[in-house]
């Protein structure tokens, strides 16, 4: 699936396990990954930021810091209609992301907000399991 682009800054208060860094960070992209594991689909949204606004060599993990999570999900919550995702497992994060677990209920409004509005834009040709959970969850919400 495509990255989508956004703008927006979240802080960390340096109160989670992985940093004790209090900084903005500037997010400016969100991707989700549908995985298959075990005949069970999972999703993980990566949040992308700016590495001139944060370093994990230098300011730690995002991971765990509860008020960078909570503004997060404000933001999410205005750009996509829902904000029920938390911090996946410490390995999955990334040197240029921030790794979350994310529930049936963001999927959906996920896929009503981009995929169902302009598939040709969001999704790629390697997005086939995307678009079998779309139409699936499609047809059954019709």
């Given amino acids: 699936m495509r990255a989508i682009e956004v703008d927006f800054i979240c802080s960390t208060n340096g109160q989670g396990y992985w940093n004790s860094v209090q900084k903005d960070v500037h997010s400016q992209l969100l991707k989700l990954h549908i995985s298959d594991l075990d005949g069970k689909k999972y999703a993980e949204l990566c949040v ?33 209609g829902s904000a029920n995702v938390s911090y996946s497992e410490q390995g999955m994060q990334g040197y240029d992301y921030v790794s979350l677990d994310t529930s049936p209920e963001f999927i959906w409004s996920w896929i009503k907000l981009f995929v169902e509005k302009d598939p040709e834009k969001y999704l790629t040709d390697s997005d086939q399991d995307i678009r079998e959970l779309a139409k699936s969850l499609i047809e059954i919400a019709n």
């Avoid at 944060?54 to 909570?70: A, C, F, R, S, V």
């Fill in 48 to 80: 992308y930021f700016n590495l001139d606004t944060w370093n994990i060599q230098k300011d730690g993990l995002i991971y765990t810091d509860p008020l960078w999570l909570e503004e997060l999900k404000r933001q999410l919550h205005k750009i996509i």
